[in-house]
C-alpha cells in the first residue's frame, strides 16, 4: 500500500500538548550498519527540521533508542545454528532473529552523527531485558513491562505524538500502534521513516493495518 497525499492530514498547529518521538536513529540502522536500513541517513536532515518546529512551538522531543546486552535473545547469534532473517517466534522474541545490532555503550548504539540530540528532552531506552526485546518505545515485546514513556508523555499533558525514525516497520509501526492504545493521538511521519520489509510486504502490511487502526499521517509540509 501507498499511501496517498489526499490521506495527509493538513496544517497542524503544534503546542505544548505535542510531543516528536525520534525512533532508533542510531549507527546500526544506518548504511554500513549491522542491521542497515535502506536511505536511513537520508531522513536526518528532514527529522532535525521537523525537530526544530517542534522546538519553537514548546512541543516535547522524545528519542528512543535501542539498547540490547550482548547475547540479547533476539540476536541469530544466541541460537546456535540459526541466521539472522530466520523465523523464530518465542515470548518476547521474533518475528525474525536479527544481527547483533545496537550493543550497549557501543559506537553501533550511538545516534547518527548529524541528528542534532541536544534538542531532546528525553532519551528513552530499551531492548535491555536479555529475554525480551522492546520494538515499540512504550512496552516490551511480552505487552506488559512499559518503559516509562506513556507515564512522562501523560505527566506533560502531551495529547498527540508525532512518529519517525527507523525502522518503518518494527519499532516505528510498534511505537505508533501502542501510542495509540495508550490512548495519544498518533500521527506517522511516513516521509521520515525508513523499513526494513522483512518478511516481504511488512511495509505495505504494516501501512495498511495503522491505517485501518485510526492513525494518522502527514509530512514535516503539514506541520506548522
Ligand atoms: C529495530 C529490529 C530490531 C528497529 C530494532 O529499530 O526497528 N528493528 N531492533
Ligand atoms: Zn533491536
Known amino acids: 500500500m501507498s499511501v496517498e497525499k489526499t490521506y495527509y492530514q493538513k496544517n497542524i498547529d ?3 500538548h505535542d510531543a516528536l518521538i525520534i525512533v ?12 542497515p536500513v535502506d536511505e536511513g541517513d537520508q531522513i536526518i536532515d528532514s527529522i532535525n527540521y521537523v525537530a526544530e518546529i ?24 544466541s541460537h546456535p545454528g540459526k541466521n539472522p532473517g530466520e523465523e523464530f517466534q518465542s515470548e518476547g522474541i521474533g ?40 520494538y515499540s518505545g512504550f512496552i516490551e515485546n ?9 507515564g512522562y508523555l501523560k505527566s506533560l499533558n502531551v495529547k498527540r505524538i508525532f512518529i519517525c525514525g527507523l525502522a518503518l516497520d518494527y519499532c516505528c509501526y510498534f511505537t505508533s500502534l501502542d501510542g495509540f492504545d495508550f490512548g495519544f493521538e498518533v500521527y506517522f ?4 521513516t525508513r523499513g526494513i520489509d522483512l518478511p516481504p510486504g511488512n511495509i505495505s502490511k504494516s501501512l495498511q493495518h495503522m491505517r ?13
Open 54 to 77: 517542534f522546538k519553537n512551538n514548546n512541543g516535547i522531543i522524545v528519542l528512543t533508542q535501542d539498547w540490547h546486552p550482548e547475547n540479547h535473545m533476539s540476536f541469530a547469534s
Open 142 to 150: 511480552d505487552k506488559k513491562s512499559e518503559t516509562g514513556l506513556a
Open 189 to 192: 511521519l511516513v516521509n521520515l
Open 95 to 134: 518475528p525474525i532473529l536479527w544481527p547483533d545490532h545496537c550493543i550497549q555503550g557501543s559506537q553501533g548504539a550511538n545516534f547518527h552523527d548529524k541528528l542534532k540530540v541536544n534538542m531532546a528532552n528525553a532519551i528513552i531506552r530499551k531492548g535491555y531485558n536479555p529475554t525480551v526485546d522492546s
Open 212 to 224: 485501518d487502526k485510526g492513525i494518522r499521517f502527514a509530512t514535516k509540509d503539514n506541520l506548522i
Open 24 to 35: 532508533d536513529m542510531q549507527n546500526d540502522f544506518m548504511p554500513g550498519g549491522a542491521l
Open 14 to 16: 503544534l503546542s505544548q
